[in-house]
């Protein structure tokens, strides 16, 4: 299978703290990957570093074949790159259906003034993309929250629209920092059926950070563990769950 994502060696520092250390992976297309380890494992930098938002001072990361190391984070959401974060980020005071148009800007080709008069292309666009706003708010099932205001809703109906946000790049790739933290039992169910969904019926392939090792070990193809910034262990599931090392790092005897 062709590896999609792919990080060599990378290496990031804050001052003399040392978040990631020499680190390397592949992600295959259409798989479903999981980083897992202990708090401040460097599991978020590794996201961080992957999407632009960090740089890291040694090392590359390469998108479908092409190095994106240096290449700001708007760019490589244009290639197809998508996430979501730990803390919810969407617009509070906005709609739901306004925030997943603001998640599809980067495909806007109309300019500002065409926009601004909206004429012609811009006008076309806007539909095209309202349609396809719609489809992902039936395919989260969100349609009866759409009008309402996002900081109005619930913590895992908000959870839900970032993730629909995200969906709303059209990526190629999806990188889910801790999705189902903080949600009930219900919410977590319903986010594992999303999760899978995006990954087999529209092809996205994933890459997932998550506590709950239940959910990691049922739902991943393959999973790497880091441990203070190193990569101690990758491999299937029931591979990483027998490693001594990882047991020792961090599954202990709850698994």
């Not at 800007?105 to 811009?122: D, T």
């Amino acid at each position: 299978m062709t590896a999609v994502l792919r990080v060599e060696d990378v290496f990031l520092r804050f001052g003399g703290i040392h978040a990631l250390s020499g680190v390397s992976l592949e992600v295959r297309a259409g798989e479903v990957f999981s980083i897992i380890g202990p708090n401040g494992a460097g599991k978020t930098s590794l996201l961080n570093s992957i999407s632009g938002f960090y740089r890291p001072q040694e090392g590359r990361v390469c998108f479908e074949g092409k190095e994106i190391t240096h290449l700001a984070e708007h760019k490589r959401a244009e290639l197809g790159i998508a996430r979501t974060f730990q803390n919810i980020e969407l617009f509070k005071h906005m709609t739901v259906l306004d925030n997943l148009m603001l998640g599809a800007h980067v495909h806007l080709k109309s300019g500002i003034l065409s926009g601004s008069l909206y004429w012609g292309f811009a006008e076309k666009e806007e539909i095209r993309f309202r349609e396809e706003m719609e489809e992902i708010i039936d395919f989260l099932e969100i349609e009866h929250i759409r009008y309402q205001e996002v900081g109005h809703l619930s913590y895992g109906l908000q959870k839900r629209v970032e993730l629909g946000r995200a969906l709303a790049l059209d990526p190629r790739i999806i990188l889910l920092d801790e999705p189902m933290a903080g949600m009930t039992v219900e919410e977590k169910e319903d986010m594992v059926r999303f999760i899978l969904d995006v990954n087999d019926e529209r092809g996205v392939t994933v890459v997932l950070i998550e506590h709950d090792m239940g959910v990691v070990m049922d739902v991943s193809d393959r999973i790497a563990v880091l441990d203070f910034g190193k990569k101690i262990a990758e491999g299937k599931p029931e591979e990483v769950k027998a490693d001594a090392g990882v047991i020792q790092a961090y599954l202990g005897e709850d698994v």
